[in-house]
């Protein structure tokens, strides 16, 4: 990765499910800015298959609004800057598009390699379809058919310490063998090998023939006590890509412009809040959320540590009917601030799934498609939160974790014709507690920064200064047993040209202190009746904060959030939080 400004302009390009974005980050008085984005509607699926047509519409939008040239008259990308000023000087490229794909994943225990295959395999746009383990009383032929069966796209095999475990690891290795020599050669697989590295050779000469593409990276489970995926992410983020050039026309072309740098979209988010949880150096940690058409992704940053998962049944475009198989209609309906019937929202999940491109026509759709989107988010948390490392800091182990920072994308928060209403939607579904920043990434930047660091790791860093990103607010959650109705935090606000705000914030209560972007204050709170902030029962802090789009949001409603059984109270309630944020 390159640590210096080595190339100027930047074309970064992301294919997405729904969506296809062109965008341009250059260097403006030496540093990168982030100059313009250009989208259109992806083209990877039916009727067209071929991402093509949706870059190149992607870029003219771009070229209108830059008035630079980056097309050439035989629709190529100019790929270094001109005399006349056209062109770029570099290319990246992200993928979330595409079907989810099926693995197949194989360990030795259930509850040590399989687990940890398992682990790999979900922080991709993955579902594991079939698992093969010691632990499987099945015979041979019947794993074999089963595998068969599955029919998969990928094939991960782990098992086994480095030192160890080769003869039950080989077994597994021949019934794989064997299931992929009877499928169809333009079929087979892809196989990734993650296991006992003494065992890599005797892998690489019985499979490599047999699949589709052969991929092999450290061991996953170096020791029984030990998981360690970063390697082998990598060598995932490249089977995938390869996948992805079979099904979808167009990937390998695009991935010889981006000069072989094409990365899955969730693997560029996670870098980028590696990047930024380093950087931080906090003691608390960082999150991304992105809200997809595909998936519903989540990234943890906490130190050197990273954790990525994809939700593809928690996706708001193609994906979105199968929110109906992991809660229901009545679940998504209590977060509507109006009445609507279990029918109407079933309607507009099925509509959403035929058209994911489409955009709410009218009110009542966009408050059900906001619903949609705090479900989908509420799910992924709640699974998310149950394999965060036991390091992590948290206020209560029911709560998340205490979040530094959380940055949030997709289209559900970044259509929102509010800022309130995109808050909203992030408070309800996560309901962080402590202080948090939470910032929008109004234009899906973060899969390109994360491309866009292979070219110079300064770029995304430059760019996230640039206010490319919305800063929502900062919100200040007390955790507290006390009564409904009672004081629980005193809040006061001290801005630059000496005026002061003062609130308390009662449990139960909603409430915000205005602090323009751009504005800097010294804020004092005061916990009452023991209630915690993230330092302690009671204990008060003083410190510098910065504005933003909606200033500091005293959140006192309780974690977690217990929404009343009453619909009309439930509903004048949300009417209210909308309203206090200005949505």
């Known amino acids: 990765m390159a640590s210096v400004i080595g190339s100027d302009s930047v074309l970064a390009l992301d294919i997405g499910s729904a969506t296809t974005r062109a965008i341009l980050f250059d260097v403006v008085d030496g ?21 093509s047509a949706g870059i190149g519409e992607a870029i003219e939008r771009l070229e209108e609004i830059t008035g630079r040239k980056l097309i050439d008259e035989d629709n190529r990308i100019i790929a270094s800057v001109q005399e006349d000023g056209s ?10 598009a595409g079907e989810t794909l099926k693995v197949v994943i194989t360990g030795l225990l259930s509850e040590v390699s399989l687990e940890s295959a398992k682990n790999l395999a979900t922080s991709t746009y993955a579902r594991v379809v079939e698992s093969i383990s010691l632990n499987d009383s099945r015979k041979e032929e019947e794993q074999i058919d089963a595998i068969l069966k599955a029919a998969p796209d990928l094939i991960i095999i782990a098992g086994g310490t480095d030192d160890g475990a080769a003869p039950s690891l080989k077994k597994n290795i021949e019934v794989i063998g064997l299931a992929t020599y009877l499928m169809p050669k333009e079929k087979r697989p892809a196989i990734l090998f993650a296991g006992n590295q ?3 050779d005797e892998v690489l000469k019985t499979l490599e023939p047999l699949s589709s593409s052969m991929h092999t990276t450290s061991n996953i489970r170096p020791s029984v006590s030990t998981e360690d995926l970063r390697t082998a992410r990598t060598a995932l983020a490249q089977a995938f890509v390869e996948i992805r050039k079979k099904q979808i026309t167009g990937i390998e072309e695009l991935n010889m412009w981006a000069g072989g740098r094409m990365l899955p979209s969730v693997f560029a988010e996670g870098r980028i809040i590696h990047l930024l949880s380093k950087l ?7 999150l991304s959320i992105n809200l997809g058409s595909s998936a519903t992704t989540l990234s943890l940053g906490f130190g050197n540590h990273l954790q990525t998962k994809v939700y593809p049944h928690l996706g708001m475009g193609l994906s979105v009917s199968e929110l109906l198989s992991h809660t229901t209609a009545k679940n998504i309906a209590r977060w509507l601030p109006i009445s609507a019937s279990s029918q109407k929202i079933n309607d507009y999940i099925y509509t959403k799934a035929l058209y994911p491109n489409s955009i709410p026509a009218t009110k009542e759709d966009l408050l059900i498609e906001q619903a949609l989107g705090r479900e989908a988010l509420r799910l992924a948390i709640e699974s998310f939160s149950k394999e965060l490392p036991d390091d992590v800091p948290v206020l209560k182990k029911s709560l998340l974790p205490l979040f530094e920072v959380v940055l949030a994308g997709g289209s559900v928060l970044s259509n929102a014709p509010t ?3 995109s808050l909203l939607i992030l408070l309800d579904a996560l309901q962080p507690a402590g202080i948090t920043s939470l910032i929008l990434d109004k234009n899906n930047l973060i899969p390109a920064l994360g491309t866009a660091a292979d070219i110079s790791s300064i770029l995304p860093v430059q760019a996230l200064e640039t206010g490319a990103f919305i800063n929502l607010a900062t919100v200040i959650a007390p955790v507290s047993s006390a009564r409904y109705g009672t004081n629980i935090l005193k809040a006061s606000l001290r801005r630059a040209d000496g005026s002061v705000s003062t609130e ?8 915000v202190l205005p602090l323009r972007a751009g504005e800097t204050a010294d804020l004092n709170l005061q916990p009452l009746r023991r209630a915690d902030i993230g330092l302690g029962a009671g204990k008060k802090l003083s410190t510098k904060v910065s504005g933003s789009a909606l200033g500091i949001v005293l959140d006192g409603r309780g974690r977690p959030l217990d929404l009343t059984s009453d619909d009309v109270r439930r509903r004048e309630l949300i009417k209210k939080w909308l309203w206090t944020l200005g949505g």
């Open 419 to 421: 800022f309130g209403q």
């Open 198 to 200: 003494q065992m890599t």
């Open 280 to 286: 931080y150096g906090a003691e608390k940690a960082l």
């Open 504 to 511: 308390e914030i009662k449990q139960g209560g909603f409430k």
């Open 31 to 51: 540093r990168y800015r982030f100059i313009a984005i250009g989208q259109s509607p992806s083209t990877a699926h039916a009727p067209f298959n071929d991402i």
């Open 87 to 96: 062109g770029v000087d570099a290319i990246t490229a992200s993928l979330s």
